[in-house]
């Protein structure tokens, strides 16, 4: 049997925190690509129509402006605009490390530079070849640099506790089983009544309590733990 097509990696930080990324794959790649191309070359087009008049300096100043904006432009978003070009964000993309750290300039340059190679012998050939041939997508220049291209998390909406009384828990609880009921209580408004009530009378032995009363006593404990007032 094949196995699906999973682009969800597991990376351990040099701090020791697990995350769970989505690489991108060539497709979306391309195409924030395309858009950061008509964005740079239509700037460079109309900026080329102002420095016409000025001669001769003027074509000279293009070209300059035109190599800094070749090498430069993806190498100064990822850097300071959070891993992503204009492309990559519309597309909901951003470049970051393979440990799963920021990317910094030497990474971005490298990376940046080696497109060079990735583009023979024509379109990205040898680019494309590469992202292919191994399991996160990455080209020659993402390879060398130890960087992937992965999608960016969408907001996240902060969870709330449901108004009500707090009370005090009766019997003691680890910092584990606190978060659990904390993370109960924020998520109860997204569970019918009849779901809350069952995971509710898992604990109905120490509360004492079934049902929706249950349900509303692990919420009241819950706010206590919180650190909201009774």
Request: aromatic share 8%; with cysteine; proline share 8%.
């Amino acid at each position: 049997m094949v196995a699906p097509l999973d682009t969800l990696r597991h990376i351990e930080t040099p701090e020791g925190i697990e995350l769970s990324l989505r690489v991108a794959g060539p497709v979306a790649r391309v195409l924030a690509w395309s858009v950061d191309s008509l964005i740079r070359y239509g700037a460079l087009w109309v900026l080329l129509m102002a420095l016409a008049m000025l001669g001769k300096s003027g074509l000279g100043l293009w070209l300059i402006i035109l190599f800094l904006a070749e090498w430069l432009y993806p190498a100064v978003f990822e850097v300071y605009a959070g891993g992503a070009t204009p492309g990559k964000k519309a597309l909901g993309l951003k470049v970051i490390h393979a440990n799963g750290t920021p990317i910094d300039w030497p990474g971005a340059l490298i990376r940046n530079l080696l497109r060079a190679v990735d583009f023979l012998p024509l379109l990205y050939g040898f680019g494309l070849v590469a992202m292919l041939c191994n399991r996160n997508f990455q080209r020659l220049g993402d390879l060398a640099a130890g960087t992937l291209v992965i999608y960016r998390d969408p907001p996240t909406v902060a969870l709330q506790l449901p108004p009500g009384p707090a009370l005090p828990p009766p019997f003691p609880l680890s910092s584990t089983e606190q978060q659990l009921l904390i993370d109960f209580t924020e998520r109860s408004a997204t569970l019918n009544p009849e779901r809350q009530a069952e995971l509710a009378d898992f604990l109905a032995n120490q509360t004492g309590v079934y049902g929706v009363v249950g349900v509303e006593r692990l919420c009241a404990h819950a706010r206590w733990l919180a650190g909201e007032q009774t």
